[in-house]
T-cell receptor, first 113, second 115 residues
Framework: SAVISQKPSRDICQRGTSLTIQCQVD?????MFWYRQQPGQSLTLIAT?????????ESGFVIDKFPISRPNLTFSTLTVSNMSPEDSSIYLC??????????FGPGTRLTVL | AQSVAQPEDQVNVAEGNPLTVKCTYS??????LFWYVQYPNRGLQFLLK????DNLVKGSYGFEAEFNKSQTSFHLKKPSALVSDSALYFC?????????????WGAGTKLIIKP
């Protein structure tokens, strides 16, 4: 298994600013992902974080809005840029090994005013 | 299109009774199937998975799930529910996309266990 931590756990931000969320895994995982979740609803995949190369974004998500870094096999960041109230959500990081189980961080609850 | 369906938004069970949370899937090939649980204000926790072999898989907290290939189902079960089982449950299937495996998620089922 893998233990995943995220920072910050929550934040309240002003419209037009940016927030960077950090995700740390306690072991070298093959795959890392970033999701968005509205409370009580299902998960929406934002992107696959690729080690040493550009992330692979899902339809509706673009690099300019959600730049992602993954400098090594245990760490990734997601930036939410030029935020608007519509970006208010829970952002989840996950990590796993190829086809096997994904393990999730506790999430970052973002509120944009 | 590949998809996962959780037909019940909410399931209500009395404590001590058996519980079932339903999941059906539509994917090509042999699926890898997962159940996750999310407690209020928490991240997702892995419960159990089916990859191959025995159709009945056992997981954390006394949960089990039965893989039924003919019915394309993977229902989550527990013989005796606890109030502490109240949470949001997600079914997911792993699919290959662009040389990477990703999870397709069900909409989630809110499980409420009443004392």
């Amino acid at each position: 298994s893998a233990v995943i931590s995220q920072k910050p756990s929550r934040d309240i931000c002003q419209r037009g600013t940016s927030l960077t969320i950090q995700c740390q895994v306690d072991s070298q995982v093959t795959m890392m992902f970033w999701y968005r979740q509205q409370p009580g609803q299902s998960l929406t995949l934002i992107a696959t974080a690729n080690q040493g190369s550009e992330a692979t974004y899902e339809s509706g998500f673009v690099i300019d809005k959600f730049p992602i870094s993954r400098p090594n096999l245990t760490f990734s960041t997601l930036t939410v840029s030029n935020m608007s109230p519509e970006d208010s959500s829970i952002y989840l990081c996950s990590g796993g090994y190829t086809t096997d189980t994904q393990y999730f961080g506790p999430g970052t609850r973002l509120t944009v005013l | 299109a590949q998809s996962v369906a959780q037909p019940e938004d909410q399931v209500n069970v009395a404590e001590g009774n058996p519980l079932t949370v339903k999941c059906t899937y539509s994917v090509s090939g042999n699926p890898y199937l997962f159940w996750y649980v999310q407690y209020p204000n928490r991240g997702l926790q892995f419960l159990l998975k089916y990859i191959t072999g025995d159709n009945l898989v056992k997981g954390s907290y006394g949960f089990e799930a039965e893989f039924n290939k003919s019915q394309t189902s993977f229902h989550l079960k527990k013989p005796s529910a606890l109030v502490s089982d109240s949470a949001l449950y997600f079914c997911a299937v792993s699919v290959l996309r662009d040389s990477n495996y990703q999870l397709i998620w069900g909409a989630g089922t809110k499980l409420i266990i009443k004392p």
